[in-house]
């Protein structure tokens, strides 16, 4: 086919030429800049579609990582809280096995075994989940419970925690029915009181019972960017029967329950034989579902968040291993960034110790950790890039005690 020079054109939008920056030839035509874009961009969309939903379908059983080796995944991690990785371990287990449950198989029906986690602040509940994540060939997504509100007030519906699902999935409705949402700050949506009110718990109750049927498993219309800023577009029709929600919170307060129950139980006389003895220190250990009806939240919630897990407080050793020994431990983080630089980090023992103490000090858990560490060395990582003449930097502790006297955290007082 021969093409005389002054009728070139794109033979895909039509355009000559002169209204084209290049104008690839071909066997048959010309292809314009234009045109190879768009091409390529319809390219990238449709491979990045089907490996996804290739990722996302359920695998064989066979295929499923089994609980001790989802533990295994989450000890490199995560320090301490044997208990609560278990739990989560067998949780996900179950979840896979139950989403490659035969249709035909009509004798048991598995139902879904909503999580709720709970434990004091920086104890590691968010990062189990962001961890689970990196293991998961199923949609993962973590929301936050504190900007619900009930419909038709400030804030954001409850069907936004599908949206953020289907987000991650790239849409496929198929994909996200059959994914786990992580709800964070669960605590926050307690009910504020238990004595009726003339005005309305638009955050706490009201967001508690919008939750039910999400939960349970139902059809819910999502709208797909958000429901409130966007009131004109297509709700995409999406089934939670399948979906596994995984709860946390931090309870502040949920201890001084349990105690007064406790304490309640132990009143009257009893056979030395028969007494119990319980841990102070660690009183979530024996929390139930009616300490959390307690808390704020409602019955009907809690049925359906049947599996209830503690997180154990963090000791002075948890807190060490935390700062040293983990896949992302602190000191290996910051040992990358001053590599990066060309220096040597390195910290002694009794800086280590130091840390380690305030940090169990200021009772702020794994968090507090990271908090100390940029009070200490934030000044070097300031000075010393771009300084070539320097190659090792060490961390004593009276290095880390004159930092840490010089910063806000000094004064810090724990109650």
Same mark, same amino acid.
Do not use: W
């Given at each position: 086919?021969?093409?005389?020079?002054?009728?070139?054109?794109?033979?895909?939008?039509?355009?000559?030429?002169?209204?084209?920056?290049?104008?690839?030839?071909?066997? /048959?035509?010309?292809?314009?800049?234009?045109?190879?874009?768009?091409?390529?961009?319809?390219?990238?969309?449709?491979?990045?579609?089907?490996?996804?939903?290739?990722?996302?379908?359920?695998?064989?059983?066979?295929?499923?990582?089994?609980?001790?080796?989802?533990?295994?995944?989450?000890?490199?991690?995560?320090?301490?809280?044997?208990?609560?990785?278990?739990?989560?371990?067998?949780?996900?287990?179950?979840?896979?096995?139950?989403?490659?449950?035969?249709?035909?198989?009509?004798?048991?029906?598995?139902?879904?075994?909503?999580?709720?986690?709970?434990?004091?602040?920086?104890?590691?509940?968010?990062?189990?989940?962001?961890?689970?994540?990196?293991?998961?060939?199923?949609?993962?997504?973590?929301?936050?419970?504190?900007?619900?509100? /009930?419909?038709?007030?400030?804030?954001?519906? +409850?069907?936004?925690?599908?949206?953020?699902?289907?987000?991650?999935?790239?849409?496929?409705?198929?994909?996200?029915?059959?994914?786990?949402?992580?709800?964070?700050?669960?605590?926050?949506?307690?009910?504020?009181?238990?004595?009726?009110?003339?005005?309305?718990?638009?955050?706490?109750?009201?967001?508690?019972?919008?939750?039910?049927?999400?939960?349970?498993?139902?059809?819910?219309?999502?709208?797909?960017?958000?429901?409130?800023?966007?009131?004109?577009?297509?709700?995409?029709?999406?089934?939670?029967?399948?979906?596994?929600?995984?709860?946390?919170?931090?309870?502040?307060?949920?201890?001084?329950?349990?105690?007064?129950?406790?304490?309640?139980?132990? +009143?009257?006389?009893?056979?030395?034989?028969?007494?119990?003895?319980?841990?102070?220190?660690?009183?979530?250990?024996?929390?139930?579902?009616?300490?959390?009806?307690?808390?704020?939240?409602?019955?009907?919630?809690?049925?359906?968040?049947?599996?209830?897990?503690?997180?154990?407080?963090?000791?002075?050793?948890?807190?060490?291993?935390?700062?040293?020994?983990?896949?992302?431990?602190?000191?290996?983080?910051?040992?990358?960034?001053?590599?990066?630089?060309?220096?040597?980090?390195?910290?002694?023992?009794?800086?280590?110790?130091?840390?380690?103490?305030?940090?169990?000090?200021?009772?702020?858990?794994?968090?507090?950790?990271?908090?100390?560490?940029?009070?200490?060395?934030?000044?070097?990582?300031?000075?010393?890039?771009?300084?070539?003449?320097?190659?090792?930097?060490?961390?004593?502790?009276?290095?880390?005690?004159?930092?840490?006297?010089?910063?806000?955290?000094?004064?810090?007082?724990?109650?």
């Amino acid at each position: 086919m021969s093409v005389k020079k002054g009728n070139q054109r794109c033979s895909f939008c039509g355009k000559p030429k002169d209204e084209v920056m290049i104008l690839i030839a071909g066997i /048959e035509g010309f292809i314009c800049e234009n045109c190879v874009d768009q091409a390529q961009s319809i390219v990238l969309d449709e491979l990045s579609h089907k490996n996804h939903q290739h990722s996302t379908v359920g695998l064989p059983a066979s295929k499923v990582a089994k609980p001790k080796e989802i533990k295994f995944f989450l000890d490199q991690y995560i320090i301490g809280q044997e208990d609560a990785k278990k739990v989560i371990s067998v949780a996900v287990y179950n979840h896979y096995k139950r989403l490659n449950q035969p249709h035909h198989d009509e004798d048991v029906e598995i139902e879904k075994s909503n999580i709720i986690l709970v434990g004091r602040t920086g104890t590691g509940k968010t990062l189990i989940a962001k961890t689970i994540a990196k293991l998961l060939n199923v949609p993962f997504t973590i929301v936050d419970a504190t900007v619900f509100t /009930e419909a038709g007030y400030v804030g954001e519906d +409850v069907e936004s925690i599908l949206s953020r699902l289907l987000q991650v999935c790239n849409y496929d409705t198929k994909a996200a029915e059959r994914g786990i949402v992580y709800i964070d700050e669960i605590d926050k949506i307690a009910r504020k009181s238990d004595n009726p009110s003339i005005t309305r718990d638009v955050s706490g109750e009201g967001v508690q019972q919008s939750m039910l049927k999400l939960l349970e498993g139902t059809e819910v219309y999502v709208p797909p960017q958000g429901g409130r800023k966007h009131p004109e577009q297509k709700m995409i029709k999406v089934d939670t029967k399948n979906i596994l929600f995984i709860c946390g919170g931090a309870f502040d307060g949920l201890e001084r329950i349990i105690a007064k129950r406790a304490q309640a139980t132990t +009143v009257g006389f009893k056979k030395a034989d028969n007494r119990i003895d319980i841990d102070k220190d660690n009183l979530l250990e024996y929390v139930n579902h009616h300490d959390l009806k307690s808390f704020g939240l409602i019955p009907e919630l809690l049925g359906r968040l049947p599996v209830l897990c503690h997180l154990d407080p963090l000791d002075k050793i948890a807190l060490r291993a935390i700062l040293t020994e983990p896949k992302n431990a602190l000191f290996k983080q910051y040992e990358k960034l001053f590599q990066m630089e060309n220096i040597t980090f390195e910290m002694d023992e009794a800086a280590i110790e130091f840390i380690v103490d305030k940090a169990f000090e200021f009772k702020l858990g794994a968090r507090g950790l990271r908090s100390i560490c940029e009070s200490i060395i934030n000044d070097a990582m300031y000075e010393l890039p771009g300084q070539t003449e320097i190659s090792r930097f060490i961390i004593t502790k009276e290095y880390a005690e004159e930092k840490l006297n010089k910063s806000k955290l000094r004064k810090l007082k724990v109650a």
